[in-house]
């Protein structure tokens, strides 16, 4: 059963629920969730990049849009912006 529940300002400086939704959130953080802990993010774009950059067309149209993209470009790119975030890994 799922309960939905709003709450006012007012509601937000009662202390007791406060603590209340505080607890909640924390017994709700230390759910263990089965898998890799690591962030995925960066795995998935670039198993995507990885898939995209060999792509084949039968249509001739679509091959000839699909060849304006500048794969080389676009791994420069998901490199760069994965180095902004500190993350590893980097391919």
């Known amino acids: 059963m799922h309960h939905k529940c709003f709450f006012s300002l007012a509601d937000m400086r009662d202390p007791k629920l406060v603590a209340k939704i ?3 959130l ?3 953080h230390h759910v263990e969730i089965p898998g890799s802990k690591e962030p995925q993010l960066w795995n998935d774009i670039w198993k995507f990049y990885e898939k995209a950059s060999v792509l084949k067309f039968d249509d ?3 091959q000839k849009t699909y060849e304006t993209v500048s794969f080389k470009e676009l791994h420069e790119e998901i490199h760069d912006l994965q180095g902004l975030g500190g993350s ?3 391919r």
């Open 22 to 24: 505080a607890k909640q």
């Open 26 to 28: 924390r017994r709700f």
């Open 60 to 62: 001739g149209e679509k």
């Open 88 to 90: 590893t890994g980097l």
